[in-house]
């Protein structure tokens, strides 16, 4: 995704190796170290595959300065998150947002300046969850024109067990897949289990919720 990078990595996977064998049905410790990065890839893909963060994960985000007034009949293609200056919001990607650490800015002059947090706050009512400015508050106008506000965030479920169940069956779904598979698991023609899908549907984040002044694309 454009913009926005991830700054520290989860401790843990919504799924454990003991839960793993046991669905499994493995009794010693031969294959674990195959197992291992078998649910780091399962994790990842489900997480590629909804838009949504699994386990607490801290993201940085940043977001370009365009003013869609200054030049209406503008054709060129817009590849990352964006500021209308004459909009207040800025969406988040990659819910459930737990927390917002810093929102900052930039000027021509690459000086960093930090929002005080009172003029603004978390709307995690809808999803994906964004910050909104308050009211009579608004953007800096003299900003840089590339990365010109910086938003790090954390998102990611509190635990494994507040993952919805669906989900992490579609992980083990998949772990069990790739060791069934796993002499063939890199052929372009080995398919995902449709069921696969099917469990992670229901809660896949549409990229067209929300549109606002920043548009986190992916």
Do not use: C
């Not at 699994?54 to 964006?82: C, H, I, N, R, S």
């Amino acid at each position: 995704m454009a913009g926005l990078t991830i700054t520290t990595e989860p401790t843990q996977e919504p799924v454990t190796l003991q839960e793993v064998k046991e669905y499994l049905r493995i009794e010693d410790s031969t294959d674990e170290r195959l197992l291992r990065p078998f649910i780091e890839t399962a994790r990842r893909f489900a997480e590629e595959h909804m838009g949504r963060t699994l386990m607490q994960t801290t993201y940085t985000m940043f977001v370009d300065a365009y003013d869609e007034m200054a030049d209406p009949l503008w054709e060129g293609v817009k590849t990352g998150p964006y500021l209308n200056y004459y909009k207040n919001y800025i969406i988040l990607p990659r819910p459930p947002v737990t927390s917002v650490t810093s929102v900052s800015t930039f000027n021509d002059s690459d000086t960093e300046t930090t929002m005080a947090a009172s003029k603004y706050y978390v709307d995690s009512a809808r999803e994906p969850a964004r910050i909104v400015l308050r009211q009579g508050e608004t953007f800096p106008t003299a900003l840089r024109v590339a990365n010109a506000i910086k938003v790090v965030y954390v998102a990611g479920y509190s635990s494994q067990y507040s993952i919805p169940e669906p989900i992490r069956m579609g992980i083990l779904q998949h772990i069990a897949y790739m060791y069934e598979h796993r002499g063939d698991m890199y052929e372009a023609s080995a398919p995902i289990p449709p069921l696969l899908k099917s469990l992670y549907a229901p809660y896949v984040v549409h990229k067209a919720l929300g549109t606002s002044s920043l548009l986190a694309v992916g």
